[in-house]
């Protein structure tokens, strides 16, 4: 099928996308060397909240591509573009991560030589945490996420022009290795990243938990997108309602994943009842934490649970749409909840501060430019793909 | 099969788009009551067919939603409210403990009543037949074919231009449907019903009397039912229906001296201890020490313990106060209780209190020692050297 075949027409994103992407940068980009001036401490925490806000949805994305070929699905496939310009972010996490990497010593204790011989527990487990190891595993993990990224899009692009079949079996071989890789690889981040925060805690868990965030962003990521392109009529007309049904689906399905896998984590933590595992809650059940958890469970399950359960919020898509914010919008506040209670220790009292906001600009300035960018060269709709077809077809 | 009314026209179509097509122009030509069967689901079916959003899924949400309220309230009132039982230590209405179970029967609830609801209520249960079943349409729609029909009872029907108009959507061959004749089972008459019913009482009722009355015997070897009360097992012969007896009043158990102080915060006179502190003696006062006193008073009877701060503090027992006592009155203090201290009469026996009080005066000595108790040790301490 040649491109003219399928009945898109190319149009190109307004260059209000990089003018909004751009203030938002600058502005986030000033605000946050200030934050590192005025409290560099408190800012590397403010920004590791918003890195890994980022990585979720760019890497999320890249899971999205991956699932989609592995599993033959043909009914995203007129949205796969979406999820891959959302992903064109991840080779800049090599860049991104380069202010964690001067604030190890602010962010993590098991950095200093003199804790970690306070105690027997972390000098066994100082092999694993340990600077030098942990700056070749944060980019070892990058670089291997570039190489399928680099692959798998490369060859998803080549079909716009050759419409060759092949290409899209040689992206199922790379999808279907990059998945357990990708599950091992989300584990070690959330190990390194937000576990590793306080040193002697430890829950088997975590990696699962972290996933259920990445994938349920990363999808209303998608969906919020996908609307506003829909909306402003530069997707593929032949999309319908039912596609975005199907989204809702899959971010209902990942609402009850992250309730399952959020609660499995803690009553397990809270049978058991072992001081060194507890303390972790103990932490988020005090002064205003508290309120933050049971916000979190309210707006994190409870709200999404419900709002999607019926079949209009799900076809509607305004209520989609807002819903789609909603997710991105809390799971700011799961990675917030989960990193920010680890910066009140060594007398550093937690209270709200202007800076924890000001990273979200940076990335989200990041993430427009970025799509903006890739969208001026490539199509919105992969037009060679041999599945296109059916998915446009697609209806329930 | 003439005589009988008419059920309907069906059709019978080769491929999943002309059956969409099909169901879609019959929409469109106002007929209510048609029907498609598809040998598996055709995806844009329920659009083309005009139907609504399927009801069903409110019976799941309100079934799932009393599911999880019955089953939290049935566990709050077997846990929490009938009969308490201490599970790990966590509070009666633990409700993280409750979440798996109602989460479990939020599910099986949601589902068992989707099911039921769906072939009661929208199947309408006790109807197990059906004009189509047993017809070559029904056949060909459980192969590879697709069917639609239209029923005699929409209000335009009419045969032949049904007829027409299926054939004109394409369909391959186009028959009409008979209501068959009412089957009758001689299975089912009443007499038989009724005979079923009284062979079953009398069947019963013979073999109970024969097993339970004609033919029963005590088996010898039955070892579990006995002549005996078990714990917490109730009895006749007793006024208070309890076969649990407490003692008679007055008796002494061996071992067990009652203590005659018992009661009296500040006894006049006090038992002497009639312990001597051998190494067996205080070995045992250390072990029961650190078990039961250990917790309050610390392990060296400084007041320092693992409670500080969470309990009222234990007092030391190293204080002067407490190194004139006579040994009896720590004996009594242990087996009364003072203040908060609870009394232990029950937890340590007689021998282990002596025990303890002989093991408190070592601990004391250890702190406040004599000269003659350093220059003791300074001796001993050379002489290890020496040797």
């Not at chain 1, 804790?115 to 694993?128: F, P, T």
């Not at chain 2, 598996?40 to 139907?51: C, L, N, Q, S, T």
């Not at chain 2, 609801?117 to 249960?125: D, H, N, R, T």
């Not at chain 2, 045969?159 to 004109?168: E, G, H, S």
């Amino acid at each position: 099928m040649s491109p003219n075949d399928s009945g898109y027409i190319k149009k190109d994103l307004p260059d209000n996308l990089f003018n909004v992407g751009g203030i938002l940068l600058v502005v986030g980009l000033i605000l946050g060397v200030a934050g590192f001036l005025v409290d560099s401490y408190r800012a590397s925490f403010a920004y590791l909240v918003s890195f890994i806000f980022f990585l979720s949805i760019v890497v999320g994305s890249l899971f999205l591509v991956a699932l989609e070929y592995a599993a033959n699905a043909d009914w995203s496939t007129p949205f796969r573009r979406v999820s891959e310009f959302l992903a064109a972010g991840l080779p800049l996490l090599l860049i991104l991560a380069i202010p964690l990497m001067f604030n190890t010593g602010s962010l993590f204790q098991w950095s200093h030589a003199d804790y970690i011989h306070s105690d027997k527990m972390l000098e066994a487990k100082s092999a694993y945490l340990n600077t030098p190891f942990f700056m070749v595993r944060v980019f070892a993990i990058i670089l291997i996420w570039f190489f399928f990224y680099t692959l798998i899009i490369k060859n998803s692009r080549k079909q716009d022009e050759t419409s060759n079949q092949l290409l899209t079996k040689r992206n199922i071989t790379l999808s279907v290795i990059f998945i357990p890789v990708f599950a091992i690889t989300i584990t070690l981040v959330a190990v390194d990243w937000i576990m590793s925060l306080e040193s002697k805690w430890f829950s088997t868990i975590f990696g699962v938990y972290l996933f259920a965030g990445v994938a349920w962003s990363s999808l209303a990521a998608l969906t919020l997108a996908s609307i506003k392109l829909k909306e402003k009529g530069f997707l593929h007309p032949a999309i319908k309602e039912d596609h975005y049904y199907s989204l809702g689906t899959l971010m209902f399905a990942f609402t009850a994943f992250w309730g399952y896998i959020a609660f499995s984590q803690y009553m397990l933590i809270w049978y058991g009842n072992l001081p060194e595992e507890t303390f972790w809650f103990m932490q988020r059940w005090e002064g205003g934490w508290k309120i933050i958890s049971i916000l979190l469970i309210v707006t994190h399950f409870i709200v999404p649970f419900f709002y999607l359960l019926s079949y209009q919020s799900k076809t509607d898509l305004k209520k989609l749409k807002f819903i789609s914010i909603w997710i991105l919008c809390v799971h700011f506040l799961d990675i917030y909840w989960l990193i920010m209670p680890s910066m009140s220790k060594n007398d550093h009292a937690y209270s709200l501060s202007w800076i924890d906001f000001v990273f979200p600009f940076v990335f989200v300035g990041v993430l427009l430019i970025v799509f903006k960018k890739v969208a001026e060269k490539i199509n919105l709709v992969p037009v060679g793909d041999p599945k296109l077809k059916r998915g446009l077809d697609f209806h329930l | 099969m003439a005589d009988n009314k008419l059920y309907c026209v069906s059709a019978l179509f080769d491929t999943p788009d002309k059956i969409i097509n099909a169901a879609r122009k019959t929409t469109e030509a106002g007929y209510k009551k048609f029907d498609v069967n598809t040998p598996y689901p055709v995806h844009g079916m329920d659009r083309a067919m005009g139907m609504g959003q399927s009801k069903i899924g409110y019976v799941t949400l309100f079934f799932g939603l009393s599911g999880a309220v019955f089953i939290f309230l049935f566990m709050w009132w077997t846990f929490a409210s009938s009969y308490n039982i201490v599970v790990g230590g966590k509070p009666f209405l633990s409700a993280p403990a409750f979440i798996p179970i109602t989460f479990e029967t939020t599910v099986l609830f949601a589902a068992i009543s989707t099911f039921v609801g769906m072939i009661a209520v929208f199947f309408k249960l006790p109807h197990n037949s059906h004009p189509l079943h047993d017809t070559d349409y029904m056949k060909a729609v459980s192969g590879d074919k697709f069917g639609l029909v239209i029923e005699a009872d929409d209000e335009q029907f009419n045969r032949d231009r049904v007829t027409d108009f299926l054939k004109n959507l394409g369909a391959y061959k186009v028959a009409d449907v008979y209501i068959p004749e009412k089957e009758t089972y001689k299975l089912f008459s009443s007499g038989f019903v009724i005979f079923l019913i009284i062979l079953a009482v009398v069947t019963s009722a013979a073999t109970y009397i024969t097993l339970n009355k004609l033919m029963y015997v005590v088996p010898f070897s039955w070892m579990e039912v006995q002549d005996k009360l078990n714990a917490q097992e109730e009895s006749d012969i007793f006024a208070d229906g309890k076969g649990m007896r407490l003692p008679v009043e007055g008796t002494v158990a061996r071992g067990e001296l009652p203590y005659p102080f018992y009661g009296q915060p500040n006894p006049p006179e006090v038992l002497s201890n009639p312990t001597l502190p051998t190494k067996k003696v205080l070995e045992l006062g250390k072990r029961k020490f650190l078990t039961f006193c250990s917790p309050c008073h610390g392990n060296f009877a400084q007041g320092e313990s693992r409670l500080h701060g969470q309990f009222p503090t234990g007092p030391t027992l190293v204080s002067s106060k407490i190194n004139n006592y006579p040994d009896g009155m720590i004996y009594h203090i242990i087996t009364n209780g003072q203040n908060v201290m609870p009394s232990y009469m029950h937890q340590i026996n007689r021998e282990e209190r002596w025990a303890i009080v002989d093991y408190v005066r070592v601990l004391q000595r250890a702190q406040n020692p004599s000269q003659s108790d350093i220059q003791e040790v300074k001796k001993e301490s050379s002489s290890n050297v020496a040797k």
